[in-house]
């Protein structure tokens, strides 16, 4: 079929994807908003290929329709596709093929995608397009694919540390000359406060649904109402606008407690003070550098402290920018790491909250009402019992990308394969992030309310995490024994005696059949 609209012939379309959502796109650089069609579709197989949470697809198909609304009302032409229209194909690559059968275009030009899914389908998709498909790099970060590419070469261990030395140096962030600022990198030893008794973490900007964003809610909760989670509590930045009022508020009021507070948890505070920027960065909304710049400003400024601006900016210039490389460094390979062959189910309270473990309730909770747990909880409560429980690693990244409204594979993936489980085997972290009780109890409020004894070692009121910790690591020992950052617990563990050793492990593998964690040969679906 031609193009109906002599005016467009030989025009260009062009594909923004439902995290694509910013102003300088690489694929819309150079485009002749005369002529060009830009194309945003939502798509089933984007809602479903992990059965997201509700607010994830609510969100993303209200920022989609906000931003088609922005660009139209530049005078460019958008072909959106809604959820509910009729002819709607349900997949990015049908939506491709129906615009191209819709209209004259002399080619497609695409930025590239962030998984590697959807990338092998638009591959084989412009092997077959019948026009010339330009694949342009996504410019939205602040390290491209060849600077990680060299900076990896060669290199016998990537270790965030060093990768985020050469961002300070490249940017000249928290820098002065080629010192960093303050004298020290990294001021991560003092990022570990708990929160004494009776300091409450601030209130939070939540961003009011408009219209537009509760049409996408209702539409959501009609067409996926089988998904994860609960849309009550929508307050999700959606726009440009909303996101820099986020940001803002983020910057005045809470970053100067962010370094202190960075590792706490306390019950019924899914906040504390973090900055709730993830969505917004990911989607497009708000550009990495830029955030990394004003908070640096904010440090400049002298309206907060070092350790909260180095270690706010070491998640976005460091860690942010590192998972992004090694994710496509060492992708579609890293997909299928499982080093210390994980192979026992998900327990059903992942997803019901339904257990006697306080903390994981709690993050169990807020991840359904909120789609948010922050790092700590993701790293050292949900991660850690999944990687003692020795979950298989494919149904850990389904939780994970399934559970939170900022998951994309590129960020989720290493940091649950990688950080939380070590099923990469140390690409991203010198060992795996295995604790007892003690650490929660560190750094939370938690224990306390909590059934279980936070102090106990074995026995049904003991902790759980206490009675799988060194079952863990002696489960593991072929594996792990020579790993030179568990040269100490594994002196403790090796001092106990066989006969204890073997006790603690019957302990540990008694427990993971009591929390569910059974034999995925056993569970065959
Ligand atoms: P803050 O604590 O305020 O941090 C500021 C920003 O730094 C974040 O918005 C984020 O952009 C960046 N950042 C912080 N830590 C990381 C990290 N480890 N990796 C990458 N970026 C980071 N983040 C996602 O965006 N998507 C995910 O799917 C995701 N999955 C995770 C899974 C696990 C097991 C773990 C341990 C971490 C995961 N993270 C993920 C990283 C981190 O938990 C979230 O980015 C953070 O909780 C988002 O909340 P915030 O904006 O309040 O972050
Ligand atoms: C996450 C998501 C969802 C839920 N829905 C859509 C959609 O309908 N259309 C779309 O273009 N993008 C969507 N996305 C974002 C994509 O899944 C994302 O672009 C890829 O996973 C690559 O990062
Ligand atoms: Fe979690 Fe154990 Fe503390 Fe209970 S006692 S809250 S299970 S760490």
């Known amino acids: 079929m031609t193009n109906p609209d002599p005016a467009r012939r030989g025009a260009t379309l062009r594909l923004v994807l439902g995290d694509q959502l910013s102003d300088g796109l690489a694929g819309l650089a150079d485009l002749d908003a005369a002529r060009d069609v830009v194309l945003m579709a939502e798509v089933r197989e984007e809602a479903t290929y992990v059965r997201h949470h509700k607010q994830k697809i609510a969100l993303t198909f209200a920022a989609m329709r906000a931003h088609a609304a922005r660009l139209e009302g530049r005078g460019v032409s958008v072909r959106y596709v809604r959820i509910d229209a009729p002819d709607n194909s349900h997949s990015i690559v049908g939506e491709l093929a129906r615009a191209l059968e819709g209209g004259d275009f002399e080619r497609v030009v695409l930025t590239e995608c962030g998984e590697v899914r959807l990338a092998g389908a638009l591959e084989a998709f412009a092997a077959t397009a019948g026009v010339p498909v330009e694949v342009r790099e996504d410019r939205r970060f602040i390290c491209s694919h060849d600077r990680f590419r060299r900076w990896a070469a060669n290199k016998r261990e990537l270790r965030m540390e060093y990768f985020y030395r050469e961002m300070r140096r490249e940017t000249g962030l928290l820098m002065h000359g080629a010192e960093p600022e303050g004298g020290r990198w990294n001021y991560d030893t003092e990022n570990r406060r708990k929160p004494a008794k009776g300091v409450r973490p601030p209130e939070r900007l939540k961003t009011p649904p408009s219209a537009m964003t509760r049409e996408a809610i209702a539409d959501v909760e009609r067409l996926f109402p089988a998904h994860f989670g609960t849309l009550e509590g929508f307050g999700w930045p959606v726009t440009v606008a909303d996101a820099e009022a986020v940001l803002e508020d983020f910057l005045t009021r809470i ?168 099923a990469d085997g140390g690409i991203v972290g010198s060992k795996p992030y295995a604790a007892s009780g003690a650490y929660i109890n560190r750094m939370s409020d938690y224990c306390g309310a909590c059934r279980y004894d936070v102090k106990g070692r074995s026995g049904d009121g003991a902790c759980p995490f206490n009675r799988l910790y060194w079952g863990f690591l002696e489960r593991n020992r072929g594996r792990l024994r020579d790993n030179i950052r568990l040269a100490m617990p594994y002196r403790t563990l090796d001092g106990f005696g066989e006969a204890k050793r073997a006790a603690l492990l019957a302990e540990a593998e008694a427990t993971r059949l009591a929390l569910g964690a059974t034999p995925l040969a056993d569970n065959p679906e």
């Not at 429980?389 to 149904?395: I, K």
């Open 255 to 422: 970053l100067p407690g962010f370094g202190d507070w960075q590792d706490a948890m306390a019950e019924g505070q899914p906040w504390m003070w973090h900055g709730l920027i993830s969505t917004a960065i990911n989607l497009g909304l708000l550009d990495p550098l830029d955030v990394c710049r004003r908070a640096e400003a904010v440090y400049a400024a002298g309206a907060a402290p070092l350790n909260a601006v180095e270690g706010f900016i070491r998640q976005i210039l460091g860690w942010r920018e590192f998972v992004r490389g090694v994710y496509w460094l060492k992708s579609p390979e890293y997909g299928r790491r499982n080093f210390l062959d994980a192979d026992r189910a998900l327990p059903w309270f992942f997803w019901s909250g339904e257990t006697d473990m306080a903390c994981v309730a709690d993050v169990v909770a807020t991840s359904r009402d909120n789609a948010y747990a922050h790092h700590i909880q993701r790293l050292m409560v949900t991660g850690n019992l999944a990687m003692m429980l020795g979950v298989h690693p494919d149904a850990v990244d389904d939780w994970y990308m399934t559970v939170y409204a900022d998951a994309y594979e590129w960020v989720e993936m290493p940091n649950t394969r990688g950080m939380a489980t070590f």
